[in-house]
């Protein structure tokens, strides 16, 4: 296949994606649902700060859970162990959920009207920051133990995300890891990427999160409440 065919191939693919990916969202607006995008590279603890996330809001708002991997349902056993309701959905060969995927996968939750959806994307620093899904924001978690320089090797999914979690900071005092260099590199290709220092072991840093999490809330309300103001 030519390179010019296989450029036309992917245009054709991602605008069918960013097509159902704008459905998702008007959806999800209507639902007043606040949705994220977790990605991280595999290993990053992203599955276990979710577990301890929604297992701390869960009494505060309702909240669903789209979990993606290659293949298993253990992700989604986690979450379903907290008592919040999550779907699995596994791509096989394929390196990231896209919208189709995400739109099916949340009509399969319960009513999730007026919470949160948080959607686990499959384990990979690339692929899925060029797939739209309807979400609110992406949120790209990074651990301590990954190399300050995943960033620049990186940097469309830096690109891509609103915020960025250093995950596993409990562990940054036994290793060589230089958390200002992360914060900088990440600045370079994102200078409106938000950072935050967390540990889903210890709890370090969550409350912090959850700040933030509540104003992605208000932000995407304001708007709504200044319609109906008018």
Known sequence: MSSKRIIQVERDILGKNNAIAADNR????????????????????????LVRTVSDLKGSRAIGVIEGDQQTSHDAERIRATG??????????????????????????????????FIENVGNLVCPAAFDLGEACKIVVFSTTEGEDKPLKYPD????????????IDLAPVLDFDLAQTIE???????????????????EGLSAFYAWIGKQSARQRRPATEANAT
């Open 84 to 117: 919040v309701p999550a779907i699995q959905i596994n791509t096989g060969k394929g390196c990231h959920l896209d919208a189709a995927m995400v739109g099916d996968g949340y009509r399969r939750l319960p009513q999730l009207k007026g919470g949160f959806l």
């Open 157 to 168: 999914m830096f690109a891509a995300s609103s915020l960025m979690l250093i995950n596993k």
């Open 26 to 49: 008007a959806r999800f607006l209507a639902d007043d649902l606040l949705v994220f995008n977790l990605v991280s590279s595999p290993g990053a603890g992203k599955t276990s700060l």
């Open 185 to 203: 590199y990440a600045r370079r290709v994102n200078p409106k990427i938000e950072v935050l220092t967390v540990s889903a072991r210890t709890g």
